[in-house]
C-alpha cells in the first residue's frame, strides 16, 4: 500500500508541485527525504511537519539530533482527504501543502514522482517572494532522472509487522510457489504442451491449498486476528474506519471493542456495499472453500478483505474467521444481494462512460444508463451514486453537472476536451455489454481491425502472451491521449522491441499510424478516427485551437502524418 500526496508550494502563483506515491511504513524523516529531493532542497536547513492547527508536529535538522521528533512511522497520520504542512528553512520560511489524494496499491520500497509543475527551488533567495526575484535561476525538474534517483532507494519498513503464529510445511510451500509464479511468467496455453502443463500446475497448487486448509488452524473470531496485530496497528485500523475514544484501551480491550464495532450490521453493510464485485466474489470464495491462496498486493489493494480476513504472508494464505461468516450470512439476503448488483453494475457504467468519453453530462449518462438498463434512473440519484464512488476512491470526478476523469480537473483540461469533441455523437454500442466491458477491462479489447499490431509484435520483436497484450494495452492507452509518435515509439523501446535503423523507425511509424485509425477517443466522443471519417466523407476539422505537431499522426484519422497530410499547405 502507498500514499498519493499532492505538495505545492504555498503562495506560488502559478502553483509550483509535485504528485508523489510513497510505501507505507516510512518515517517523517524518509518523508522530508523524498521531499527535498523532488524539490531541488539541498538539506541545508531545519525542517518540520505540522498537523492541524499545529497540535502534532514532527521536526528534523539536517544532520540528525537528539533533539529530533520526525523518526516515526507516518502511517496513524495518513488519512485520505486530509491535508498537512511541511516547512522547510525556517528563516525563508518555504510552506508547502501537502494533501493525501489517496490511499494505493502500491508494492515498491521507494517513492515515484507521477506528475508535477514547476521548476526546482532556489535555496536562501528570501523566501516566496524573493524566489520570483531569481526565477530565471531556477533548474528545470527532472522527473525522469529524479524517479531514477528514488528507484535506488530501499526505504525500511518502521511499521511493526503482525505476528505470526501459523506453521506449515515450508519446503512444500516453496515448492508450490515457484510453480505459481511460472504461471505468472506468461503461460498461456497457446499449445497443448504449455496447455498440460498450466493443468498440472494448477492441480499441484489445488492440493497445496487442500493441505493448507487441514494444517492452519480455523479463525473463530475476528479478535484472533486482531491479537496479532500490535496495538499501533488496532489503532491504525480503528482511525481508517473513522472511529474516535479507542485510544483508552489496552491491546486486548481495543481487539475485543474494535471487531465489536465491525460487526454491527449497519456498518459491515456499509463496507459490503462499497466492495467492488470482484472483491466480493473473492470473500465469497474464501468462505466458500475455508481459505484461499492469495497474493498479498490484493489483500491491500481491497478495502473489505484487510478488514475482515486474516492473512499468514508467509504462506499468502487468507482466512475468514468463523464470526465474520456468520454475519455475513445473515446480511446477505437476496435483496441485499441485489442491491449490491445493481450497485455494481452502475459503477461499471461510470467506468465505461469515463474510458469512453472522458467527460459526459451526468444528465446523457443517466440517458444511456436507462436506455440500456430499462430503468427510470434520475439524475439526482445518478450524482447522488457517483459522488459515494468518488468518496471511496473511484478516480472520478463531479462538477458542473458533469462526470469525469478526475485528472481533467487540472487546469480544467475538461473543457479543452469538450470543445474538441462538440462536432461529435456519442459513441453508443448496440450491446450494452460491449459497453460495459470498456470499463470492466480498461481498455480495447484486439479485434479484426486492430489484431494487426499483435501480429506485428509477433513477427517483428517475438513477443508472446501476455507481454505482446500489455504492450498492446500500452499503445492504445497512448494513442487515447494524443501521445506524438516519438513517445509511442519510446513505449516500444521499454518493452524491448529493438527500434535502431531508419527502416525500422519507418515501419514502427506506419503500424502506430494505422493502429490510430482504430482506437476509439476521447477526442471523438469514443468513436475510432475511421468511424468519424466513414460518417462525414470528409476531412475533420480540428475546432478549438488543437495544437498538432508536423509529426503528429493526422486527427483527421488517415495515417498520415500531419505535414503529408492536412497540413501539407500550411
Known amino acids: 500500500m502507498g500514499y498519493q500526496l499532492k505538495i505545492t508550494i504555498k503562495n506560488s502563483r502559478p502553483p509550483i508541485w509535485r504528485r508523489i506515491i510513497v510505501p507505507e511504513h516510512i518515517t517523517f524523516v524518509d518523508l522530508d527525504n523524498i521531499i527535498e529531493a523532488a524539490f531541488g532542497w539541498t538539506h541545508d536547513h531545519m525542517f518540520a511537519f505540522k498537523f492541524g492547527n499545529w497540535e502534532e508536529e514532527f521536526v528534523g535538522t539536517p544532520f540528525g539530533s537528539d533533539e529530533d521528533t520526525a523518526d516515526v512511522c507516518i502511517d496513524p497520520w495518513m488519512e485520505e482527504g486530509i491535508s498537512f504542512s511541511y516547512i522547510y528553512d525556517f528563516g525563508d520560511d518555504w510552506v508547502h501543502t501537502i494533501k493525501v489524494e489517496k490511499i494505493v496499491p502500491y508494492e515498491e520500497r521507494y517513492p515515484q514522482v507521477t506528475k508535477y509543475k514547476g521548476p526546482n527551488m532556489i535555496e536562501d533567495c528570501g523566501g516566496i517572494w524573493g524566489f520570483y526575484e531569481y526565477i530565471d535561476e531556477a533548474e528545470p525538474f527532472d522527473m525522469e532522472a529524479v524517479n531514477e534517483k528514488f528507484r535506488t532507494w530501499n526505504l525500511a519498513e518502521t511499521y511493526p509487522e503482525a505476528e505470526d503464529d501459523w506453521m506449515a510445511d515450508e519446503d512444500e510451500y516453496r515448492e508450490a510457489m515457484e510453480m505459481f509464479g511460472k504461471l505468472l511468467s506468461g503461460l498461456t496455453g497457446e499449445d497443448e504442451e504449455s496447455q498440460k502443463e498450466i493443468e498440472g500446475l494448477m492441480e499441484a497448487m489445488k492440493i497445496h491449498e487442500d493441505n493448507l486448509r487441514e494444517t492452519v488452524p480455523p479463525l473463530m473470531s475476528l479478535e484472533d486476528v486482531f491479537m496479532c496485530y500490535t496495538k499501533e496497528d488496532l489503532k491504525y485500523i480503528a482511525k481508517m474506519h473513522g472511529f474516535t475514544g479507542y485510544n483508552k484501551f489496552k491491546k486486548n480491550e481495543l481487539a475485543q471493542w474494535l471487531k465489536n464495532h465491525l460487526l454491527e450490521t449497519v456498518f459491515m453493510k456499509e463496507i459490503l456495499l462499497k466492495a467492488s464485485e470482484d472483491e466480493l466474489n473473492l470473500f465469497e470464495k474464501a468462505i466458500k472453500e475455508n481459505g484461499i491462496i492469495m497474493n498479498e498486493d490484493i489483500i491491500s489493494r481491497y478495502f473489505l478483505l484487510g478488514t475482515y480476513g486474516g492473512y499468514n504472508s508467509e504462506l499468502e494464505f487468507y482466512r475468514v474467521p468463523v464470526d465474520v461468516q456468520e454475519k455475513y450470512e445473515k446480511i446477505c439476503t437476496p435483496e441485499f444481494k441485489k442491491e449490491c448488483a445493481i450497485g455494481h453494475r452502475f459503477l461499471a457504467y461510470c467506468d465505461s462512460a469515463v474510458f469512453l468519453y472522458g ?41 458542473e453537472g458533469l462526470l469525469m476523469d478526475e485528472d481533467l480537473l487540472e487546469e480544467d483540461l475538461f473543457r479543452f476536451i469538450m470543445e474538441i469533441q462538440a462536432p461529435f455523437s456519442y459513441y453508443i454500442p448496440e450491446d450494452k455489454e460491449e459497453f460495459i466491458k470498456y470499463g470492466q477491462t480498461d481498455s480495447q479489447a484486439p479485434d479484426e481491425k486492430t489484431q ?119
Open 359 to 399: 467527460v459526459i453530462p451526468v444528465k446523457k449518462f443517466v440517458e444511456i444508463y436507462n436506455s440500456y438498463e430499462d430503468t427510470d434512473m434520475d439524475i439526482k440519484e445518478a450524482g447522488q451514486r457517483i459522488r459515494e464512488l468518488i468518496d471511496r476512491g473511484e478516480p472520478y470526478a463531479l462538477r
Open 452 to 570: 494487426f499490431f499483435i501480429d506485428y509484435l509477433h513477427k517483428k520483436f517475438h513477443k508472446k502472451s501476455p507481454e505482446d497484450m500489455l504492450i498492446f494495452m500500452q499503445m492504445q492507452d497512448g494513442i487515447r491521449m494524443n501521445a506524438d509518435v516519438e513517445e509511442l515509439i519510446e513505449v516500444l523501446a521499454r518493452w524491448d522491441c529493438k527500434i535502431s535503423s531508419q527502416k525500422q523507425i519507418l515501419e514502427a511509424e506506419k503500424q502506430i499510424f494505422r493502429l490510430s485509425n482504430y482506437i476509439r477517443k476521447w477526442d471523438y466522443k469514443g468513436h475510432t478516427a475511421e468511424e468519424t471519417r466513414q460518417k462525414d466523407k470528409k476531412i475533420i476539422q480540428f475546432p478549438g485551437g488543437r495544437k498538432v505537431y508536423p509529426n503528429d499522426p493526422c486527427p483527421c484519422g488517415s495515417g498520415k502524418k500531419y505535414k503529408h497530410c492536412c497540413g501539407k499547405n500550411k
